[in-house]
């Protein structure tokens, strides 16, 4: 059974930074490209960045480029979000989400609130 935990969410200042993690279990972590996604309030799911299976790529949104790194540790099996310089407009819940060859597993999500 494929499991994805996120963590490391909460309410966070203007400026400041958290870090996500979403832990993988039930599969072959290494074969899965990962990616992060985020529902704001009241607005559609949207991509947020992606790394390939190796971690040797990695794509973001233009809204979070230059301040959001996407990195993974395939011994842990985990991907990770590092959030710098956050705003208000991150505020949303953020997804995990695993794909291999069209097939996607997400997790549940991680509550951010940026306050101004």
């Known amino acids: 059974q494929v499991q994805l935990v996120e963590s490391g969410g909460g309410l966070v200042q203007t400026g400041g930074s958290l870090r996500l993690s979403c832990a993988a279990s039930?599969?072959?972590?290494?074969?899965?490209?990962m990616a992060w996604f985020r529902r704001p309030p009241g607005k559609a799911r949207e991509f947020v960045a992606s790394?390939?299976?190796?971690?040797?790529?990695?794509t973001y949104a233009n809204s979070v480029k230059g301040r959001f790194t996407i990195s993974r540790d395939n011994t842990k099996n985990t991907v990770y979000l590092q959030m710098n310089s956050l705003k208000p407009e991150d505020t949303a819940v953020y997804y995990c989400?695993?794909?291999?060859?069209?097939?996607?597993?997400w997790g549940k999500g991680t509550l951010v609130t940026v306050s101004s």
């Open positions: 039930g599969l072959t972590f290494s074969k899965y490209a």
């Open positions: 790394i390939t299976r190796s971690g040797d790529m990695t």
């Open positions: 989400r695993a794909s291999y060859y069209g097939i996607n597993y």
